[in-house]
Every structure is written in structure tokens, then in C-alpha cells.
């Protein structure tokens, strides 16, 4: 990706989030400090727990505690906030899952 460009997709399993208004792949241009990063591949790797896993759920989490005071109430409803069960969430890593499962396979044929 060139610039500041964002690509959102939506995703097959919009359906089952359709109340969250489906689920989009995100491809962001983003850059981290590479000792950021290999901290979490090194964290990921110890508590066997996927990368993208991990970063999803970081962004779950941090989204659901916003707080914004006296409108706090208001933006957490606009967006359906705090709303995502765990088997939703599940669900998507599962998804990531199988996708990651099926990208091996065929790199090993």
C-alpha cells in the first residue's frame, strides 16, 4: 500500500456479525518499532497464542474500554461497544484459524 491509504473488505462471515455491522479485513499502512514487535511475536510465542490472535483481541479490548465521559454512554451505543460476546470473538479467531490452516497447507504442497 503507498500513502495513507486504508483498504477495508468485507469479510464472508459478515452474516454472523451483521448486528456489528458485518466484519471487515483491515490493511492498514502502519508502522511499529521493530522491538515492539518482537516482544509480541516473543510474548505470542511463550503463551502460544497466535499473533493476530493477540492483536485482535488487544484491539477488542482497548476499544470496549473507551471512556469519553459524559458522552461515554452515547458513543458505546452508537457503535454497539461492549456488545461482542466471547464466542464471538471466538468465532473470528477461529476463522483466522482455519484461514492460517488453509494458507499453510497450500504452501506446503
Not at 495513507?4 to 511499529?32: A, C, H, M, P, V
Not at 510474548?43 to 492483536?55: G, K, L
Not at 458505546?76 to 479467531?93: C, F, P, S, W, Y
Request: some cysteine; aromatic content about 8%; hydrophobic content about 35%.
Amino acid at each position: 500500500m503507498s500513502g495513507n491509504k486504508e483498504e477495508k473488505k468485507t469479510s464472508s462471515d459478515y452474516q454472523q456479525f451483521s448486528e456489528f455491522g458485518g466484519i471487515i479485513d483491515l490493511d492498514i499502512n502502519i508502522r511499529i518499532p521493530n522491538s515492539y514487535f518482537e516482544a509480541v511475536k516473543e510474548y505470542c510465542n511463550i503463551s502460544n497464542t497466535p499473533i493476530r490472535e493477540w492483536i485482535n483481541s488487544q484491539v477488542i479490548d482497548s476499544i470496549e474500554a473507551i471512556e469519553l465521559g459524559h458522552l461515554t454512554d452515547s458513543f458505546v451505543t452508537k457503535h454497539n461497544l461492549r456488545g461482542l460476546t466471547r464466542e464471538k470473538q471466538d468465532a473470528m479467531i477461529q476463522a483466522h484459524r482455519m484461514f492460517a490452516l488453509k494458507e499453510e497447507t497450500l504452501s506446503d504442497s
